[in-house]
């Protein structure tokens, strides 16, 4: 499975970005899928999961309230709505696929990963 992640980029403090990311095949729609990001300097940290049929998702408490995952199965796709950006909250963002239906908030608990979209918040 590859994935596809796209729509990063430069956004002042406050705005809003919606990340994509598409599977190339439709096995995805059977497992969870997870954000995650890191930051120059730190280590990949989880963002956001949802389960396999979008009933069940999970947040990093830095971005509860402010961020929103959702999917879409007939199109193998799985968005990241940003909204109220902060500075912090600039790095590179990973989309991923689970090994389970059930969100997980680790990074061993995902088998395939994407190269990754840079999202920058200036202050």
């Known amino acids: 499975v590859q994935l596809q992640a796209s729509g990063g980029g430069l956004v002042q403090a406050g705005g809003s970005l919606r990340l994509s990311c598409a599977a190339s095949?439709?096995?995805?729609?059977?497992?969870?899928m997870g954000w995650f990001r890191q930051a120059p300097g730190k280590e990949r940290e989880f963002v956001a999961a949802?389960?396999?049929?979008?009933?069940?998702?999970i947040y990093a408490d830095s971005v509860k309230g402010r961020f929103t995952i959702s999917r879409d199965n007939a199109k193998n796709t799985v968005y990241l709505q940003m909204n109220s950006l902060k500075f912090e909250d600039t790095a590179v963002y990973y989309c991923?696929?689970?090994?389970?239906?059930?969100?997980?908030?680790?990074?061993?608990?995902?088998?395939?990963w994407g190269q990754g979209t840079q999202v920058t918040v200036s202050s």
């Open positions: 949802i389960g396999w049929n979008g009933g069940n998702t």
């Open positions: 095949k439709r096995t995805s729609s059977n497992y969870a």
């Open positions: 991923a696929v689970g090994l389970r239906s059930v969100p997980s908030m680790k990074p061993d608990g995902y088998r395939y």
